[in-house]
């Protein structure tokens, strides 16, 4: 492989990372204006592990909306300003605003060659990088489409509690980075660190909270499609008898009992799954994923049946969530996958009693919430019977 090859390999690395980290469209990655450049990374607080940067949005408002991301990011971005950096060493063109995404021709006869910029299609279908996204991604991996890094992070959204590689990646970044990237959505408009870090006018920003609301709304498209895929699959893994547990799971095997008894259904398995699915979506599921399972009352207005429900204010409490209230919940569904994810947070719990020597207070709380969360996962055991 050649230094260019590998530089390519660097650069479409980073590229899907970022993307998909982000929900970014390709464009406002790699583009050599309005994509990432010198400058649009700030450490906000380092300890904390707080970074912003500015995305150019491409659709709708035009604009850099300043974001919070998370560690992974900030580490692919330093990467490639690194590698600026080193660039500039070369012909002092590193300053603010280069793009992240440019890089030299070499070549034996005349040395340092004329500048080019990176073209992701071309890297991610020929060549050693074309070797490279196999190794990676399987032998087809289709990055034709504007949508295909939004429409990924939707699905890391609802699957990043159950599929395996998802975890293992979680866990080799060595942050819960999935968890966070859901919630990096214009938030950082509502943190006083943003006023002061840019030093601009309230009316810029409330230009740039509208920006970043038409982003979200944007992406809220992705959300519904694969969250709306994940109920339907989740109804035909009852219907075909998968091992569930949760009380969702009567909801469907009823729905799918009366969608039978109908004189004129005599459809296959996927016309009944869709016949339930339409029917529980009529009635405003919609899928919300913990760490022990999903829940999936959404907006339903028969909030009173789920087990959160507080009688005095008349609100569901979601705040409340855990195996124990929601193994007992007509909403809840889990499975087997979701132990994981209780069993890795009880050694990290564990971990951190041993290593961290906590004050008297701090172990209290630490040593109830591990017994809860011992008895969450017996619960989820037991009913799954495993
Ligand atoms: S108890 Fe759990 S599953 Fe039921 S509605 Fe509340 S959060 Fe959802």
Not at 279 to 296: D, E
């Amino acid at each position: 492989m050649s230094l260019k090859d590998a530089i390519k390999c660097l650069m479409t690395a980073c590229t899907i990372l970022i993307a998909f980290m982000n929900a970014r469209r390709k464009g406002e990655i790699i583009h050599p204006h309005i994509g990432l450049q010198v400058g649009n990374l700030k450490t906000m607080d380092a300890s904390l592990e707080i970074f912003m940067v500015d995305f150019f949005l491409e659709k709708g408002p035009k604009k850099r909306v300043p974001y919070f991301v998370n560690s992974a990011t900030r580490d692919a971005i330093t990467v490639l300003d690194d590698l600026q950096r080193q660039f500039g060493r070369l012909d002092e063109s590193y300053c603010t605003g280069t793009s992240l995404f440019r890089y030299r021709h070499f070549n034996l006869e005349s040395g340092l060659g004329v500048w080019a910029k990176f073209d992701f299609y071309e890297a991610t279908r020929y060549g050693q990088d074309f070797s490279f996204m196999v190794e990676a991604l399987g032998a087809n991996p289709d990055f034709g489409g504007t949508r295909v890094f939004r429409r990924l992070h939707a699905v890391l959204h609802y699957y990043r509690y159950e599929n395996g590689d998802i975890q293992a990646l979680s866990r080799q970044l060595g942050h819960d980075v999935l968890g966070t990237t859901g919630k990096y959505i214009g938030d950082s408009l509502s943190r006083p660190e943003f006023q002061s870090v840019f030093d601009i006018s309230s009316s810029e920003v409330e230009a740039l909270k509208r920006a970043a609301i038409t982003d979200l709304n944007d992406l809220e498209k992705e959300f519904e499609e694969v969250g709306y895929e994940k109920l339907m699959e989740e109804i035909l893994i009852v219907l075909n008898g998968g091992l569930v547990s949760g009380g969702y799971q009567k909801i469907i095997k009823r729905l799918a009992l009366k969608v039978a008894g109908l004189a004129q259904f005599h459809g296959t398995m996927e016309e009944k799954a869709q016949a339930v699915f339409q029917a529980v979506k009529a009635r405003g599921h919609f899928p919300k994923v913990y760490k022990h399972g999903q829940c999936m009352v959404g907006g339903t207005v028969k909030v009173k049946s789920a087990k959160c429900h507080s009688h005095l204010d008349g609100r569901l409490h979601q705040e409340n969530a855990s195996p124990a209230v929601c193994g007992e919940c007509v909403y809840h569904q889990s499975k087997a996958a979701y132990i994981r994810n209780l069993t890795a947070d009880r050694e990290r719990m564990e971990r951190r009693l041993e290593e961290s020597c906590p004050g008297p207070f701090e172990r209290k709380r630490l040593e109830s919430d591990l017994e809860n969360l011992n008895l969450g996962i017996q619960l989820l055991r037991k009913r799954l019977g495993l």
